[in-house]
């Protein structure tokens, strides 16, 4: 089972250049699979899209909206850790019964657990922040020695932006998307 998430994306303009034969491997992978949308719930919850994906469960059960969530008796935000907002992705269920699992830049998803037979992938082209996560051990030797250093930023730039900036930017996530493909 293979999983493409593509998210942020304007998924029209995608279905427009699946159609005008300009993303043929995506085309390929629609015919051969099943493609669909997936939305929030409840609307306007963009970032619980994963946590919910991952865990397989709905907010009310999982009960993690955002990537960074206000902790009151801290007075802050902080992003979720596992220790006060647990979270068991559906794929931990697969590794006990043999499944061997691939993850490759999902969002919010939990560090593996030493049971992971698999590769995993996080972080390492993140814009946010999120601290990279790379199983099995070596790999991301292994990866920075083939493909270089991440190109992505760790953080987005806050505040007003000039033009030149905004192309910098624009062309910095077009040469990270190529080196983490």
């Known amino acids: 089972v293979v999983v493409i998430g593509i998210d942020t994306a304007d998924l ?13 491997r995506l085309a390929a992978l629609r015919a051969a699979g099943l493609c669909g949308r997936v939305a ?13 994906f991952n865990t397989g469960r709905p907010l009310a059960e999982h009960g993690w909206y955002y990537g960074k969530l206000w902790r009151p008796g801290r ?16 794929w931990a269920r697969l590794d006990p019964n043999g499944y061997r699992v691939g993850l490759v830049d999902v969002p919010f998803a939990p560090v593996p657990d030493g049971r992971f037979s698999g590769v995993y992938i996080n972080g390492w082209q993140c814009h946010d922040g999120t601290i990279a996560h790379i199983a099995p051990a070596g790999l991301e030797h292994d990866i ?7 190109m992505q930023p760790r953080l987005d730039p806050f505040g007003p932006q000039s033009a030149a900036r905004l192309r910098a930017i624009r062309d910095g996530a077009i040469d990270a998307t190529a080196q983490i493909t």
Do not use: K
């Open 144 to 150: 920075t020695a083939r493909f270089g250093r991440p």
């Open 75 to 90: 007075m802050r935000l902080e992003m979720r850790r596992p220790d006060w907002l647990p979270q068991e992705p559906f």
């Open 12 to 24: 029209d303009r995608v279905e427009r250049l699946v159609g005008a034969g300009r993303m043929p």
């Open 40 to 52: 929030p719930w409840p609307p306007g919850f963009f970032d619980m899209v994963w946590p919910s």
